[in-house]
């Protein structure tokens, strides 16, 4: 939320907060915060979890954010014909949101991991 905020007032001069509390806004901040309960559930962080949570996190992402999309009305009629051609539409994207996931997923675990192994002493703090 904070970072929405500062990304539409440093780069877009934009300073109206009311997307902020928007259903559209809301329900991806909902979807942020299931990919942390997601997360915090590691209790080994092994590939094979973070790979499989990671693929669940944008497995959400796309059907919610496509979801809301098409909710608002403003670009699909609201039917089950609009909501599936909104998932179409979004079909070209989705596999850019699992690469990226995976991706950074791998990074952040895997350097957490190295960072705990040359410093075992921080696991006790």
């Known amino acids: 939320m904070l ?3 500062l990304v539409n007032a440093v ?3 934009y300073y109206d907060l009311s997307y902020v509390v928007s259903a559209g806004a809301l329900g991806l901040y909902a ?7 997601l997360g915090s559930g590691l209790q080994n962080p092994a590939v094979k979890s973070v790979a499989g949570r990671s693929l669940t996190a944008s497995v959400i992402f796309f059907l919610v954010s496509n979801a809301l999309v098409w909710a608002s009305g403003s ?3 609201t039917t089950f014909g609009g909501l ?7 079909l070209p994207f989705f596999h850019y949101t699992i690469l990226g996931d995976l991706v950074y997923s791998g990074v952040l675990f895997a350097g957490f991991a190295a960072i705990m192994q040359a410093q075992p002493a921080w696991l006790k703090k």
């Not at 979807?31 to 309960?37: E, G, T, V």
């Not at 599936?84 to 979004?90: E, F, K, L, R, S």
């Open 3 to 5: 970072s929405d905020v």
């Open 31 to 37: 979807c942020y915060a299931a990919f942390i309960f």
């Open 75 to 77: 670009m699909y009629p």
């Open 84 to 90: 599936m051609a909104a998932y179409a539409a979004g």
């Open 11 to 13: 780069l877009y001069n």
